[in-house]
């Protein structure tokens, strides 16, 4: 039986939450362990929130919570800041630190990244034996961003485009079949 983990982002804000369950309203819970208090948004509209990414594909549930754990740690850039980048949002105001502090889109991606070249690096079980990772995608320009970066997805990851509707309904086939 496969499994999926999906990666949800507010459209307003660039804030990511990961789950296992289709939406977002089937544990609110994951914005208190996820987002900082000091960032988080007062209330959780579905109709805010949009899927980024679907990872489609892992073989039991203890594979798929071992790379949850591991994706949805606090992630860093793709490419590390320079020292003036690191000046200059040092001398922000706090308000604007703060909506800088929000757009999570990035991390989250390279935090996935790295995480699928690092269980490829440890052989770890939750490396598909059988069946690729399939990971679908809002918009492909994330799968280029992080080549540019110098990450290399590892080969058993496939990349497919995310069909929604309405902006946050899912309508992929493969992803249908997902209890």
């Known amino acids: 039986m496969s499994r999926a983990i999906y990666w949800f982002r507010h459209i307003r804000t660039k804030q990511v939450l990961a789950t296992l369950e289709r939406s977002v309203l089937a544990r609110p819970r994951l914005l208190k362990g996820q987002i900082p208090e000091s960032l988080r948004p007062s209330t959780i509209r579905p109709d805010h929130w949009t899927p980024l990414v679907v990872a489609h594909g892992f073989e039991s549930e203890k594979t798929q919570a071992d790379a949850f754990t591991l994706a949805t740690q606090p992630g860093h850039p793709l490419v590390p800041l320079t020292k ?26 390279a935090q996935l990244a790295r995480t699928l070249i690092y269980l490829e690096a440890v052989k770890s079980p939750v490396v598909p034996t059988e069946n690729g990772l399939k990971l679908f995608w ?3 320009d994330w799968v280029q961003k992080v080549e540019d970066a110098g990450l290399k997805w590892p080969k058993w990851v496939e990349h497919g485009l995310l069909d929604t509707t309405r902006g946050n309904i ?5 992803l249908r079949s997902i209890p």
């Open 84 to 109: 003036e980048q690191l000046d200059q949002y040092r001398l922000l105001p706090n308000k604007t630190k703060r909506l800088v502090d929000m757009d999570m889109e990035e991390k989250q991606i």
């Open 138 to 140: 809002e918009t492909m």
């Open 170 to 174: 899912i309508l992929n086939s493969e």
